[in-house]
């Protein structure tokens, strides 16, 4: 992967967002899998459960449930605690409902992007994903922490 470079994307929701990857390696329902109350992953099923998704650009294969998820998805970025973007391996109708319906009825913004498939396994939690409206996006790898006594 080269960070530097713009990847090609497919922008589901148009939009522009810039801020710090939460990579989940399962799909999430939202539905069921996210705290309304307080913006985390709240599925006990979930290996990041717990996770903190309000304000994060949320990375996951594809989402997972019903159609009660648009829902979910509305009201979180209603509420403000949604995340701030979706990146896709997959097209995810569902969760496109949900943004379109938090931006047409709140003036409430959530892009959601299905990257290439090659750039979407590169993807870390902690990485900074800058999305534009065209659907390119880069992605700069988090800065790791200097070791102790080293």
């Known amino acids: 992967m080269n960070p530097s470079r713009q ?32 913006g985390r992953v709240a599925d006990i099923r979930a290996p990041q459960l717990g996770a903190l998704i309000t304000g994060q650009i949320l990375v996951m294969p594809v989402g997972r449930g019903s159609s009660t998820a648009s829902t979910v998805l509305a009201e979180a ?8 973007a979706i990146v896709l391996r997959e097209v995810d109708e569902i969760l496109a409902i949900g943004a379109i319906v938090a931006r047409t009825l709140y003036g409430r913004g959530c ?5 290439d498939t ?6 870390r939690t902690g990485d900074r994903i800058r999305i534009r409206a065209d659907g ?6 988090a800065v ?3 070791k102790p006594g080293g």
């Open 136 to 141: 390119t996006y880069t992605i700069e790898p």
């Open 118 to 123: 090659a750039d979407f396994g590169t993807i």
């Open 77 to 84: 970025i209603r509420l403000g605690v949604g995340p701030m």
């Open 111 to 115: 892009p959601i992007l299905v990257a």
């Open 7 to 38: 990847h090609e994307g497919r922008p589901i929701v148009a939009g522009e967002a810039d801020g710090t990857a939460l990579v989940l390696q399962e799909p999430l329902s939202l539905a069921f899998g996210m705290s309304l109350e307080t």
């Open 144 to 146: 790791a922490a200097p």
